[in-house]
RNA sequence: GGGGGUGUAGCUCAGCUGGAUAGAGCAACGGCCUUCUAAGCCGUAGGUCGCGGGUUCGACUCCUGCCACCCUCGCCA
């Protein structure tokens, strides 16, 4: 259960017995500190006074009428008209006894998401910018799907463009020096790029060549079509071994390229201009938007389709969203998108709203992220000027990883020490960026990046091998164990209060799409079973029974919602490290 | 010029429809391993929340005016 909607419920019925108008919000949270309680509700305060009331004669009315018997031990009025809330520890621990394999989440009544994320370009291999999008997208798929939302991941590549008339032209050349081309040399896709830029302007012919192949892929052309699909395939097979290394769900059968909406372009625009929305200027078709100046300050112009017929990056996305609707049926649709793109986006949602090409109810979210920098405040580079690839900076990170393990965990098989600088190599990386919420550029360092002390993934997957590591000296099997929690100490406490609160914070990412508040309650769960491993020990003298099986019930379930939070993130776990 | 974003400890970042004394990590300093894994725990220090007004019981949060930096604004995506 969602404790802090609970609570907030109840609260809120109160508020309205006591006079407040219907639906008046309880606005529970969790307590500031320590002593003001577990939770507390500031409702009252901004009804009193529409009311003319005395706060806290109000909020004693409140407490009156609230109904949380057997739930609630205290209710405090304090300062202005705040609300403390205390719950009582014996319900806390009734709750946690009655856990399944959910850790307390239930599931919401399902909805159909369309994730879209990732996004890589073909022909050009994975670099850090990618990070972001891919694993903060994925995080947040899991989390919908471990709600029983049905979640579509939509990989929505950029597979479509000018610049494949200069790829094809190169990529004809080195086939006819070596048929094997595709599956050798092409390994590297950076300098291919590269080649096929430096050619395209300082050769006339190939360029000649290169916008001749864009007119015959754009119409159809078939061999121009196949070697288009081979820079594809080639280049979604290399991103398959990043996404399989990263442990990121995505699958080829997810991607949903630019090139996929193409039929349905020439259709937007007659869509849109019988609508009246779209007309002719200056030979091109433009929808102009009240919504938006430009730089005169007159209404701005949207282009839809370019006066030579070629449509632009808007009418795609336009379509994208209309076949969402009409062949994903989808309820949302997330972006995980560079926030350079906000006023495209909002400019194709502005004109989808006004045309109703999707029904009002679809909501279009736009989470957004800025650029990498460096630690100088500028984009981020390689030394010679190039982008960090990504196999790169995980390649860095398992030998960081790698060169740790050996210094303290020499105890361990080859093959367990394998598994945990899969883990927390990974791991690092990956926590690094999910831990973050900006929404503008943001600094890439290396040693936070790939740091494995303090508020990381190995800092989390450490609390875990210490559970795992108190049930072997135990004897009992973790995954079976089975015990009803007491609590008796007040790290117990703090650490059950916790454990009840993953509901919670699993919401909260669901609506917002922000795993970085994940990281963040698992971090303090952590740090409260650091606290808890501190104070009350389990496999030591004289302690027994009751006590002994309640700590171990305790850990169990800390081990099980970190294993879950994590999984949810994307981050595996490992029993010893 | 229009629009959008950012500015919080030396550094990297949290701060949840306005709530109580603004929090973490790293770096610094001081304690804790013959006792369940020290990738840890406990503690100290560090702040004019860019600057000035305003709204109110209460402002990092809302409004307004500045300053700084970033992104973006008709035929790239």
Redesign the pocket.
């Known amino acids: 259960m969602n404790l802090r909607n609970f609570l907030?419920q109840s609260f809120s019925n109160a508020l309205v017995a006591a006079g407040a108008p219907e639906g008046t919000?309880?606005?529970v949270?969790?307590?500031?500190?320590a002593?003001?309680?577990d939770y507390?509700s500031?409702?009252v305060?901004?009804v009193a006074?529409k009311l003319g009331m005395n706060?806290r004669e109000f909020a004693q009315k409140v407490i009156e009428r609230v109904e949380l018997d057997g739930i609630v031990e205290k209710l405090e009025v304090?300062?202005?008209?705040?609300?403390?809330i205390t719950l009582t520890s014996d319900w806390v621990a009734k709750q946690l006894s009655d856990f399944d394999s959910r850790c307390g989440v239930d599931t919401q009544s399902s909805q159909t998401i369309v994730v879209d994320y990732s996004a890589p370009?073909v022909a050009k291999e994975m670099h850090v910018g990618h990070l972001r999008s891919t694993i903060i997208g994925d995080a947040v798929v899991r989390v919908l799907e471990f709600l029983g939302h049905n979640v579509v991941r939509c990989n929505h590549i950029?597979d479509?463009?000018?610049?494949f008339g200069m790829l094809i032209a190169h990529l004809e050349e080195l086939m006819k020096e070596n048929p094997e081309i595709l599956e050798s040399e092409l390994s590297d896709l950076e300098e291919f790029y590269r080649e096929s830029k430096q050619k395209y302007d300082s050769d006339e012919d190939f360029a000649l060549r290169a916008r001749g192949y864009v007119v015959k892929l754009q119409g159809g052309d078939q061999w121009c079509n196949d070697m288009w699909r081979k820079l594809v395939d080639v280049t979604m097979e290399q991103n398959q071994k990043t996404y399989d290394r990263l442990n990121v769900t995505l699958t080829r059968e997810n991607t949903m390229g630019?090139s996929m909406y193409n039929d349905m372009l020439p259709a937007v625009v007659s869509e849109l201009k019988e609508k009246g929305l779209a007309e002719e200027?200056?030979?091109?078709t433009?929808v102009?938007l009240d919504e938006?100046?430009?730089?005169?300050?007159?209404r701005?112009?949207?282009?839809i389709?370019?006066?030579?017929g070629?449509?632009?990056?808007?009418t795609?996305d336009i379509a994208c969203a209309k076949y969402r609707h009409e062949q994903l049926n989808a309820d949302r649709v997330l972006y995980f998108i560079d926030?350079?793109?906000?006023?495209?986006l909002?400019q194709a949602w502005t004109i989808i709203r006004k045309a109703k090409i999707i029904p009002e109810t679809m909501s279009l979210e736009h989470h957004a992220f800025?650029?990498m920098?460096g630690?100088d405040?500028r984009?981020f580079k390689t030394r010679t000027g190039g982008v960090v690839k990504l196999a790169d900076l995980l390649n860095e990170s398992q030998e960081r990883?790698a060169a740790?393990?050996e210094e303290?965990?020499s105890d361990l098989t080859a093959e367990q020490k394998q598994a945990?600088i899969d883990a927390?190599s990974i791991g690092a990386v990956k926590y690094a960026d999910l831990?973050?919420?900006?929404?503008?550029?943001?600094?890439f360092?290396w040693?936070?990046m790939l740091?494995?002390?303090?508020?990381?993934a190995?800092?989390l997957?450490?609390a875990y091998?210490?559970v795992?590591?108190?049930f072997?000296?135990?004897e009992v099997s973790l995954e079976d164990y089975q015990a009803d929690v007491e609590i008796k100490e007040a790290a117990e406490r703090t650490l059950a209060l916790k454990l009840m609160q993953f509901s919670e914070v699993v919401d909260?990412v669901a609506k917002d799409g922000?795993p970085?508040?994940l990281c963040?309650y698992l971090?303090e769960l952590?740090?409260n079973f650091?606290?808890?491993?501190?104070?009350?020990?389990?496999?030591?003298e004289g302690v027994e029974g009751d006590v002994r099986t309640s700590r171990l019930a305790l850990s169990k379930l800390v081990a099980q919602t970190l294993k879950t939070g994590l999984d949810l993130l994307g981050i595996k776990v490992v029993?010893?490290?």
Request: glycine letters at 12%; charged letters at 20%; proline letters at 6%.
């Open positions: 907030d919000p309880g606005m949270r969790p307590s500031a500190k002593n003001f309680g507390q500031n409702g305060m901004p006074k706060p304090a300062g202005p008209g705040f609300i403390n370009n950029g479509w463009g000018t610049q630019e200027s200056e030979g091109a433009v102009f938006f100046k430009n730089k005169d300050g007159d701005m112009g949207v282009i389709q370019k006066k030579d070629g449509f632009l990056y808007t795609t926030s350079r793109q906000a006023q495209h909002q800025g650029m920098l630690n405040g984009p990883a740790l393990i303290k965990s945990v927390v831990s973050k919420n900006r929404t503008t550029d943001y600094i360092e040693d936070n740091s494995f002390e303090g508020n990381t190995p800092y997957q450490y091998t210490r795992a590591s108190v072997r000296k135990a909260t922000t970085h508040a963040t971090y952590s740090g650091m606290s808890f491993y501190e104070a009350c020990p389990i496999n030591k029993d010893r490290m």
